[in-house]
């Protein structure tokens, strides 16, 4: 099978292309450097084509994703999407069901979804909910932040035990990257506490967050894992936690890597970003933490945007999502899960009548404004946190327009956003390169997959975006509502050279790859380590060992990302 | 002799997965660990009475037919019916119930399960205020207080308290039992209120009463001397337990889902386990009953945003219970033909609906004979999932689990799911063929 897209627009950054016109050629889902047999042509000129987007942060799938379905009823109700063209039928508008999810990123042009925070107990249950995502490559990032056997290790400190326990964690649950949520947080909230600074106590185990910050970190590096730690920190969405922020960020500043990428990567931190010391005097720090980010190479992260929407929030940090829940009086979901973390669900509505909301949805994009090279803050909502996916086109218009975002901060949102934030002195306005970069270049990098993922150059998958933009006539500052819609849906999304998408409707709906790393240790290590998980899921899990790992069964397209990680032992 | 280790018994939503099986010739002959229900189980195997192949009604009797054209009758029946119902699903694995979500999609019917007889009410009472749970580990670790309300574990689900509450020890309850305590609440004097450190004998119907008793006290307020037939007393007495324990479960059955106030007394024992957590860890979980009638409303939810009664008749999902559940659907005479997966509907839904049931068409893929397969049009015998079939299934706290298979099948017998797979494929096939 051979594609040739001619003639389009093309930004990709990764491969230094900005805004030329050529052609990509596509042959066995591949992009290559020429075609031989008969092919398939897409003329593409006047069009803007960028490499498939990658999704580095959204809780799409998974256990709680879908305890926050069932939850509510009415966000089902509100938005429901009709069997068509042989598709499945769905619902949901702030958290849309499990095909529907794929066939929405896939129309607006991504061809990769990351889920962020999978327990490792329900695993299982995420990749069979993956199996139900078409179209896109997925993977999912099984969380470490209370687990026992790395407090353990890391009390007693054996840090090969450590390295080894946290491969056989991420091979037994078809893992890709170590998820940190709150840690050491959720495993206090297991008595209904919390760890709010890095060097709280973590009840009953004797170390700290920062210990288990700093450990994984370590670990994540002598297991030459793809990605960093991907870290949530603890103190979200209090007034003033922008100091815990950066103490946290400091742990990474000493961890080396050589992979050359961040030894941090900071999800949501406009949820990070908050000064003041109650919602009264609450306000942005997002300029403290941009000024942070740019002194410095260790970290990158990602925006988790407020849209002001309605949503539901779900997270693995339960004792927020009880905080929230006494903020709100809205119906709450905990979650706790044994020996390894906490999710929490509770719905949120945004309002642009609120001060706090309105600086929030400031903080997203002073993030993105203030940082000045884009591959160290990318664009996502922390859907649904921050509000759902489906709103990404209208990011993308606020980032390319200083008009739409003045109009919303003068006409839109509460008046506190002017005085809270630095929004309105902010001018800057991203180009295309710089959007293709937020939405995929970043991510890839960022994640370590940028062989495959994130570019156009030879040797890359065949996934391409093709928007019904055109760069040389259209003016983003002055047009941002035909940018936001050029970017809701693709004339042709392409996954592994197939059409999947044309004029903004699903053609076909393929299988897409799930992958996992597998660092493999020392052998001995390894042996030893068992002896000690063995032990304590006889006595503590509610599982046993032999039925906990995840089955071959469960990825349809699994993609093993062995790595030699045999110096650990 | 094979002997199988870490097996998952296929029974209740324990779903225990210690079990040992010995099985030689075909034949079980020990299920070591598994207590008598799920032992029952693993021993029916060895009857003699599976019936092998589908049988067709045929005036006052059965006939044999064919799979092939049982398949077909199937797929003739629910695409001739206006609102087809597609029923049951909690005693077989997920990947069936995708396979029954896509098929009714497909048909454009309504999909249900049997939440709407037992646990449908904790589901109403989820979406009104919210639900406060953990996994089941959490319990034998942490917890030191554990109230079982309008369940009897003893007889329904053997082997909760062993692996989960009253026994076992865990990593901050070293001493097992001596660190735990256990109040039963319920109608009458059960086998597990024998083993409970206190027991509130309620009077029947007064559930919701006796919650509030709680609730009021908990938030300041003064009750009478007797409130649903407990003394005030033993209310305050049992309350001050809860305030004062490090980690407080709740679990509750359908004593209390099931009697008068259903859903509103769930969501008032939602309201009082999160009124709790102001002043210690508490929490709650439903008794499930069959053993993966928690996976059908994970999947359906993931797959349509909706737990249980979901109507696809208008080609996307529609949720509204007591409209769109079987009960209701059935009573009302609103569905023209019944599919029954995995279910007994005859043995356990009210008469009215069960009298509209035997008046249209229906079919039913079941493994034994049941009050349902005598009802009904046509049964097609199947694989038993979690023994001769492997696949995932969902504990009662939504652990998922993968059920093994630890023998074949009698030949010629097909699993729920590739039974289902066929029905599919003849739908679409004679949908395109028109
Ligand atoms: S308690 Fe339930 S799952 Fe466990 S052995 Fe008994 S019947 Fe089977
Ligand atoms: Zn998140």
Redesign the interface.
């Known amino acids: 099978m051979e594609l040739e897209i001619k003639n389009g627009t093309v930004y990709d950054p990764l491969n230094k292309v900005n805004g030329d016109r050529m052609d990509i050629l596509i042959k066995d889902g591949m992009i290559v450097k020429k075609l031989h047999g008969k092919h398939e042509v897409i003329d593409a000129s006047g069009k803007l084509v960028m490499p498939g987007g990658v999704e580095i942060h959204s809780h799409f ?1 998974g ?1 709680k ?3 926050g ?5 009415e ?3 509100r938005t ?5 063209n042989g598709l ?5 508008y702030s ?5 529907t999810a794929g066939y929405l990123y896939a129309q607006m042009g991504y061809t990769m979804c990351n889920t962020p925070a999978m327990p490792p ?2 695993a ?2 995420t990749h ?2 993956l199996g ?1 995502v078409p179209i896109v490559d997925k993977s999912a990032y099984p969380t470490f932040d209370g687990n ?1 056997f790395v407090m353990r290790y890391l009390k007693e400190d054996d840090p090969d035990k450590l390295a080894a326990c946290v491969a056989w964690f991420l091979r037994a649950t078809k893992g890709l990257v170590i998820k940190l949520v709150n840690p050491g947080g959720t495993e206090n909230w ?3 506490k919390n760890a709010v600074g890095i060097d709280d106590p973590v009840i ?1 185990f004797d170390v700290t967050p920062g210990e288990i910050i700093k450990g994984l970190a370590e670990v994540n590096e002598r297991l030459k894992l793809p990605h960093s730690i991907h870290l949530h920190p603890n103190n979200l969405g209090k007034p003033g936690n922008i100091e815990t922020t950066i103490e946290t960020l400091d742990l990474g500043k000493s961890i080396k890597t050589d992979k050359g990428r961040q030894s941090i990567y900071l999800t949501h931190a406009q949820f990070h970003s908050f000064g003041g010391d109650s919602w009264k005097n609450f306000e942005s720090k997002a300029d403290e933490l941009a000024k942070y980010i740019n002194s410095c190479d260790h970290v990158v992260c990602d925006t988790g945007n407020v849209t002001l929407d309605e949503t539901t929030t779900m997270t693995s940090d339960g004792p927020m999502e ?1 905080f929230l ?1 006494n903020l709100t009086h809205l ?9 390894e973390t906490a999710p929490g ?2 719905p949120f509505i945004y309002s642009r009548k609120n001060p706090v909301h309105s600086v929030q949805w400031a903080i997203g994009l002073e993030l993105a404004l203030l940082i000045d090279d884009p591959f160290k803050v990318l664009l996502a909502t922390d859907h649904p946190n921050g509000g759902p996916f489906t709103r990404y086109p209208r990011i993308i218009a606020w980032l390319m327009s200083e008009p739409y975002r003045r109009y919303y901060l003068e006409e839109r949102v509460h008046k506190g956003a002017q005085k809270g934030s630095s929004l309105a002195t902010l001018d800057r306005e991203y180009t295309f390169s710089d959007i293709a970069t937020v939405t995929r270049a970043g991510q890839a990098k960022a994640l370590g997959l940028s062989e495959l993922k994130g570019h156009l150059g030879v040797g890359a998958h065949g996934d391409v975006a093709i928007y019904d933009i055109n760069p040389s006539e259209i003016d983003p500052s002055n047009d941002f509502k035909a940018v936001e819609k050029g970017f809701a849906k693709t004339v042709y999304t392409i996954k592994d050279g197939e059409i999947v998408v044309r004029d903004g409707e699903i053609v076909a709906a393929p299988q897409g790859r799930t992958y996992w790393a597998n660092p493999v240790v020392d052998h001995e290590l390894d042996r030893e380590m068992l002896k000690d998980v063995e032990q304590y899921f006889k ?6 060992l ?2 906990y790992p995840v ?1 071959k ?1 469960y990825l349809e397209r699994g993609r093993e990302i062995q790595i030699d990680a045999r110096d650990v032992k | 002799m094979e002997k199988h ?2 097996v ?1 018994c296929p029974f209740c939503g324990t779903l225990c ?2 079990i040992e099986v010995h099985v030689e010739k075909g034949r079980v002959m020990e299920a070591l660990n598994a207590c008598k229900l799920g032992n029952a189980k693993f021993m029916s195997m060895n009857k003699k009475h599976r019936h092998l192949v589908p049988m067709v009604r045929e005036g006052d009797g059965f006939v044999e037919t064919t799979i092939e054209d049982a398949v077909e009758r199937v797929a003739r029946m629910l695409l001739d019916a206006k609102r087809p119902l597609l029923y049951g699903w909690a005693t077989t694995e ?1 990947e069936a119930q ?1 396979v029954g979500i ?1 098929l009714a ?1 497909e048909v454009g019917g309504v999909v249900d399960s049997c939440a709407s007889v037992c646990h449908g009410p904790s ?1 109403l009472a ?13 319990v ?3 917890a030191d207080l554990d109230i079982y309300w309008g369940s009897n574990p003893m007889h329904a689900h053997p082997r909760h308290m062993s ?2 509450s009253r026994y076992p ?4 309850r070293e001493r097992g039992q001596q660190d735990r305590t256990v109040i039963v609440i319920d109608v009458r004097r059960t086998d597990t209120a024998g083993i409970a450190d206190k027991f509130l004998q309620v009077s029947p119907g007064d559930d919701y009463e006796l919650v509030n008793a709680f609730r009021t006290l908990l938030n300041d307020g003064d009750i009478p001397d007797e409130v649903a037939g407990v003394a005030k007393k033993d209310i305050e007495g049992a309350l001050e337990l809860m305030k004062t324990c ?2 407080g479960m709740l679990f509750f059955g359908v004593g209390l889902t099931m009697s008068p106030g259903k859903h509103r007394n769930i969501d008032n024992a939602i309201s009082l386990v ?1 009124d709790l ?1 102001k002043y ?2 508490f ?1 709650l979980m439903p008794m499930r009953g069959h053993y993966n009638v928690t996976g059908f ?3 359906l ?7 249980f009664g979901v109507d ?1 008749t ?6 509204n219970p007591g409209e769109t559940t079987s009960v209701e659907l059935l009573s009302r005479g609103e569905v023209d033909a019944v599919f029954v997966v995995g279910s007994d509907p005859a043995a356990n839904f009210p008469k009215k609906a069960v009298e509209h049931l035997a008046k249209i068409p229906s079919a039913v893929i079941e493994p034994h004979e049941t009050p349902t397969t005598y009802l009904c049009d046509l049964k097609i015998p199947s694989a038993i999932a979690g023994i001769e079939v ?1 696949g ?1 299934a ?1 504990r009662m706290d ?5 059920v093994r298979k630890i023998m074949d099948p009698p030949a010629g017998l097909y699993s729920d799911r590739e039974i289902l797979k066929m029905i599919l494929e003849k739908v679409r096939e004679i949908k395109n063929g028109a």
């Open positions: 799938a256990g994703e879908t305890a379905r069932l939850l509510r009823p966000d089902g109700a429901v999407y009709p069997k068509r499945r039928s769905g619902s949901g958290m849309p069901s499990s095909f107990l329900f299982r249950h069979e909910e139900d026992w297991g008595w209904g009953g009880y829940h119906k709450w979901v905990n979650k706790d899960v044994e020996l669900i509770t006595k503590y899990y509610s599982v046993n032999a039925n089955q069964e | 280790t870490d998952i997965d210690d997920c995708s896509e999609e589901v989820i979406q009104d205020v919210g639900f406060p749970s953990v996994t089941l580990g959490e034998k670790n942490r692996r989960y020890r865990g990593y901050f490090q980690f999160i957590n210690t860890k929490s409303s994970e999947v939810t993931w797959q349509s945003g909706f737990p696809y208008r080609g996307y999902p529609q949720y492997a995932t969902y939504n652990v998922p689990i993968r």
